[in-house]
């Protein structure tokens, strides 16, 4: 079984930063993909951000140059560091890993989600 908790979110003004952190943990063997999705009120989940295992990243075309993700695969942990938010960033935020377990002595890829941290930018 694997859990992945995020932390970081709250309330902040138009301009200010966050930074958002996932940690995952249990039974993994490696993690590939890491990424960050966010919902707004009343609209579809959208991707923000993918951090490949080899650190490779693309973004939203609306949060480039603002945010950052990245990992630290010691710890099983990927971060979305968010500049400059502004009211339209107001969303639920949830992480999302492709994560391989070991099935016998075979690796096979699972997809596990956080419960979601809520980002407020004020106007």
């Known amino acids: 079984q694997v859990q992945l908790v995020e932390s970081g979110g709250g309330l902040v003004q138009a301009g200010g930063s966050l930074r958002l952190s996932c940690a995952a943990s249990?039974?993994?063997?490696?993690?590939?993909?890491m990424e960050w999705y966010r919902q707004p009120p009343g609209k579809e989940r959208e991707l923000v951000a993918t951090i490949t295992s080899g650190g490779s990243t693309n973004y939203l075309d609306s949060v480039k140059g603002r945010f950052t993700i990245s990992r630290d695969n010691t710890k099983y942990t990927v971060y979305l560091q968010m500049n400059s938010l502004k009211p339209e960033d107001t969303a639920t935020y949830l992480c999302?890993?492709?994560?391989?377990?070991?099935?016998?002595?075979?690796?096979?890829?699972?997809?596990?989600w956080g419960q979601g941290t809520q980002v407020t930018v004020s106007s």
């Open positions: 999302h890993a492709k994560i391989l377990m070991l099935q016998g002595m075979v690796p096979k890829q699972y997809n596990y």
């Open positions: 249990g039974n993994i063997f490696r993690i590939n993909d």
